[in-house]
């Protein structure tokens, strides 16, 4: 049976871990969107034409560690603009949601545009402050050189391109639970994501 967890939120928000967790919990396959508006930023700062890198994209491309750069994250919220590009990502996307046996996307427009008949739908938020010293923390650990001011301004930056854009912008569902992990830890964040998907399984059975 399908049945489709939609996490959206900002950059470092925190719907990743939250994803992750959730899928292995319940056995459900998770994937992270991002991942290929990242694969497709990456191509375009090779040279390909960002329509021709969406349509050729494959699952290999989702595996390279090279995409989780802040280069890479701002190109991808360039590409991410544009509705051709977008909407050659929406078939791999929608076949993925309502695959049997559940799964998890997270994302930006999951629950808006890709799969709005989702059971549960969450938006994760935190404050521009936090998620920044969070992402300064993960690309300081990968050795990659950067600044705590850097990292917050291309949130900043981020957030404005996801929010401001015509096509897909980044918004909670009318019907999304809000999750604020500003002063959650991990596991308090994944109690409420648990428990808004428990009360829909109990309410459906
Ligand atoms: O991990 P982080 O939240 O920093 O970024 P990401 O989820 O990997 O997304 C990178 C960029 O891809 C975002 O800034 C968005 O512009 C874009 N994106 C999107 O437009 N729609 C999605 N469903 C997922 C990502």
């Known amino acids: 049976m399908a049945f489709t967890i939609a996490v959206d939120g900002p950059a470092a928000s925190g719907k990743g871990t939250i994803s992750k967790a959730l899928a292995r919990e319940l ?6 969107t991002g991942l290929l508006y990242r694969a497709v930023g990456r191509k375009v700062l090779d040279g390909v034409d960002p329509l021709e890198a969406a349509q050729a994209l ?6 390279n560690d090279a995409l989780r750069t802040p280069e890479v994250a701002q190109a991808a919220s360039k590409v ?3 509705g051709d590009v977008r909407a050659a990502l929406v078939d791999f996307q929608r076949a993925f949601a309502r695959r049997a ?20 739908k969450l938006f994760v938020t935190a404050s521009a402050e936090v998620r920044a010293e969070r992402r300064f923390r993960e690309l300081s650990e990968k050795g990659i050189e950067t600044s705590f001011d850097e990292v917050l301004a291309d949130v900043r930056a981020r957030d404005e391109r996801d929010m401001g854009r015509a ?13 604020d ?5 991990v596991d308090a964040a994944f109690q409420a994501a648990l ?10 059975s």
């Open 27 to 32: 056995g459900f396959a998770h994937l992270d």
């Open 58 to 63: 494959l699952a290999e491309d989702l595996e």
């Open 80 to 82: 991410a603009v544009l």
């Open 101 to 120: 046996g559940g799964a998890v996307l997270d994302g930006r427009d999951i629950g808006t545009v890709i799969c709005p008949e989702a059971e549960v």
């Open 167 to 179: 096509e897909a912008p980044l918004k909670p569902a009318e019907d999304a639970v809000h999750i």
């Open 181 to 185: 992990t500003s002063r959650l830890d």
């Open 195 to 204: 428990a808004a998907v428990r009360e829909k399984q109990e309410a459906q």
